[in-house]
């Protein structure tokens, strides 16, 4: 066939899945296959990655260290926008896929690669993800996606497959739930957990305490931000992927971070995703804290406009599109005053505010005091609320002609 695939780039983590892919791709196309894996500060044993990508069947094995770009150039901007989608999950599976697909392209470009292949399913929003990118930078690249070609349409089957292949996988009958890790969160999903009634067990998290296990004393941190952006920590200067380290150590002491949600896929249907993301967390509440004694009333009520726009189109995929663009340069531009320290009581679970300074604060005890002040003549209240009140005083009017006749 004329667009048969010549050399094809994987996306490869080592999984169930690829590691699948891998075989299968190689038996259906007979072609060179590059296996390509992306540190974004998952748990791995990268060695055994590039050994078991050899084993299975790969002629080329690449593994790059994305780890400080992810933080600096995905959830930096992502964060500055506070971004959350359904009002509770902060992304971390949408924010890194853009960047390991991004990769991928230069990846596939650098060793002369036709087509480019993933492991997601036809049913996730992984899907969509992965390859609105590689449309966006290369859309000369064919793209595979064996989940919507093949007949190993269920774990059960991969499983099987696997064993048949004499592929070693993590994944078992007993623990089939899939896990997707970077340094912003850990998601568990399917398996056991595709009953929304059913508790995660304990034992499935890999990161957080649980509250009865957190430490019965709380922790109090300082987070020091510039234009938006967290740099410090409890007064020590750090760099992007330093500071995310540093807040998910704490956070997971302190059993922060945990949510078990039913969301709404992309693709229509609902899905029932438990996450941990516990420095995250920490610094979404420690940004909107700055954020309420730097930022203009009306900028922070038109950006929060925002947010549900902004998070639609990280979780469907649209990081590379014009209106994502668009809307960072206005995210960014309301973040150059964002400048300042905020202090947190980490505790159980909790992540309170308990002080907030800048040098670009907007708040000014002499307004805001219930004492005398020489500033604000309380007089000027009464017109204010006359003209606010006119318009409805002026429907309440007509109302009560209306009834009189």
């Not at 690829?18 to 072609?31: A, D, N």
């Amino acid at each position: 066939m004329n667009d048969r695939p010549k050399k094809i780039c994987l996306a490869y983590s080592g999984g169930l899945d690829t590691s699948v892919i891998l075989k299968w791709l190689k038996e259906t196309y007979g072609c060179e296959i590059i296996c390509y894996s992306a540190d974004i500060g998952q748990d791995e044993d990268w060695d055994r990655v590039r050994e078991k990508a050899w084993a299975t069947g790969a002629d080329e094995v690449v593994i790059k260290d994305l780890k400080e770009e992810f933080v600096r150039d995905f959830v930096f901007p992502m964060m500055r926008a506070n971004a959350i989608y359904e009002g509770q999950y902060l992304l971390g599976t949408s924010i890194a896929r853009p960047l390991i697909a991004k990769e991928q392209v230069r990846v596939a470009q650098a060793f002369g690669a036709d087509a480019v292949s993933h492991g997601a399913t036809g049913k996730g929003n992984d899907q969509v993800r992965f390859e609105l990118t590689y449309m966006a930078l290369d859309p000369s690249l064919k793209i595979i996606a064996p989940w919507r070609i093949w007949d190993l349409n269920s774990r059960t089957k991969l499983i099987a497959f696997a064993e048949a292949q004499g592929i070693p996988v993590t994944a078992t009958k007993e623990k089939p739930y899939s896990m997707d890790e970077n340094m912003l969160h850990i998601s568990y999903e399917g398996g056991i957990l595709e009953d929304p009634w059913r508790e995660p067990p304990e034992d499935m998290f890999k990161w957080t305490r649980s509250l009865e296990d957190a430490p019965n004393e709380p922790q109090y941190v300082e987070i020091t931000f510039e234009k938006g952006d967290p740099v410090a920590i409890d007064g020590e200067p750090l760099g992007p992927s330093q500071v995310l380290q540093r807040l998910n150590e704490f956070g997971a002491l302190h059993g922060i971070g945990r949510v078990d949600i039913v969301e709404n896929r992309f693709v229509g249907m609902k899905s029932r995703g438990v996450y941990e993301t516990p420095g995250g967390t920490i610094w979404r509440v420690a940004h909107q804290a700055i954020e309420s004694i730097t930022l203009d009333r009306e900028v922070v009520h038109l950006r929060d406009s925002l947010i549900p726009k902004y998070a639609e189109l990280v979780y469907y995929g649209f990081w590379y599109s014009p209106e994502r663009e668009s809307l960072q340069a206005l995210i960014d531009e309301s973040q150059k005053e964002c400048t300042g320290t905020v202090r947190l009581k980490l505790y159980k679970g909790n992540c309170q505010v308990v002080g907030r300074k800048s040098p670009k604060s907007l708040y000014s005890p002499e307004l805001a005091t219930f004492e005398e002040d020489a500033v604000y003549d309380q007089r000027d209240a009464e017109g204010f609320i006359r003209l606010q009140g006119l318009r409805l005083k002026m429907r309440a009017l007509i109302r009560e002609k209306v009834e009189e006749a």
